[in-house]
């Protein structure tokens, strides 16, 4: 059918033809995940919305050379390689955000498997206010990449609204646009690979809570979380610790905001705004350094069914209690029975 097509349609003949088999093979594997309920339904495309992203599979159509790389039906085009080649070349990419383009080459090579290494546990607890709190007692201010351009973006969104469709002047206004948010996108992901890379390098595993982001960004806060970057900070974090011999734990999260992690006592009346002070034993601390000690606790557990260390993402089906604790009513997960944290 796509020989057929490229025969009727003459702007689909001037592109190359792998190119358009790519295109193909992509959409295969969009709606495998559709299927599988890994991801949603597959969009089309349309011009000027969606980014301009083109594949050449084969590596004996493209060559790089010291200036570029020369693409087929586009010839040499002229590009700054920022680091050598390693490997294999097996497929190139050129891709456009807003206003440049950028070049990818997948090279394969043969990588050891990289040895367990020992090296300090950390626990970590992802916010809003604060974008990290450790185990270790740091605290991450969240710089709100987002909200410190929300003026300029709101500005210029409106400039937008009101450039006729189809002129040159809504055109420009519309680069404008992209353009902050493009700023915006990469503040966001240089602090996250800052982070992520410091802890990669300097622990062995990492404990981080797991979170139904997507859930969550359905409520009041959607724009701030989106704006800290939840999951991209634990798929850089995943990623850069396979890397180095290191790995990424994933613990329940229920109550960890309600836990002292002293004592173990658990009341919602501990937590005071962004303090918890225990009922019981009156240990105070902040909220979210008390609530990564919690975490820590947890994935130090070890226990393979429960979520330790020794099961990384196995599945926890948590058997809820209702403890009474003057007029607050706290549904108190077996888990915590489990990992030595008593309800008071």
């Not at 009101?162 to 002047?169: A, F, I, L, P």
Request: glycine share 10%.
């Amino acid at each position: 059918q796509l020989t057929e097509l490229r025969a009727e349609v003459p702007w689909l003949a001037e592109v190359p033809r792998n190119v358009c088999a790519q295109v193909l093979v992509e959409l295969d594997g969009a709606w495998q995940r559709c299927f599988k309920r890994l991801a949603r339904r597959p969009r089309w495309k349309k011009k000027g919305r969606d980014p301009v992203a083109i594949t050449e599979p084969h590596p004996r159509v493209f060559r790089v050379t010291p200036g570029g790389v020369a693409f087929p039906k586009l010839g040499a085009i002229r590009a700054i390689l920022h680091r050598p080649l390693v490997g294999d070349p097996k497929r190139c990419t050129i891709t456009r955000e807003v206003d440049q383009w950028f070049v990818s080459i997948q090279c394969e090579q043969e990588v050891p498997e990289p040895a367990r290494r020992p090296g300090p546990v950390v626990a970590i607890d992802r916010g809003v206010t604060n974008l990290l709190a450790d185990s270790d007692g740091r605290l991450v201010p969240n710089p709100k990449h987002l909200d410190a351009s929300l003026r300029r973006l709101a500005h210029a969104q409106r400039v937008l609204a009101r450039r006729r469709k189809g002129s040159q002047r809504r055109a420009r206004a519309r680069l404008r646009v992209a353009k902050l948010h493009r700023t915006i996108r990469r503040q966001r992901a240089h602090v996250l690979h800052v982070l992520s890379a410091r802890y990669a390098k300097s622990h062995g595993v990492v404990i981080v809570e797991r979170l139904q982001v997507a859930g969550m960004m359905r409520g009041g806060l959607g724009r701030h979380i989106s704006g800290a970057g939840w999951s991209s900070f634990c798929t850089m974090l995943r990623y850069k610790l396979e890397a180095t011999g290191g790995r990424l734990v994933e613990v329940p999260a229920p109550y960890s905001s309600q836990i002292c992690s002293a004592c173990g006592v658990v009341d919602a009346a501990s937590r005071q705004g962004d303090r918890v002070r225990c009922v019981a034993c009156e240990h105070e601390a902040h909220a979210d350094l008390n609530a990564a000690r919690v975490l820590l606790s947890r994935g130090n557990l070890g226990d393979a069914g429960r979520g330790g260390i020794g099961a990384v993402g196995l599945p926890t089906k948590r058997q809820l209690r209702v403890v009474r604790r003057g007029h607050s009513t706290v549904q108190v997960p077996e888990l915590l029975k489990s990992s030595g944290l008593q309800s008071g």
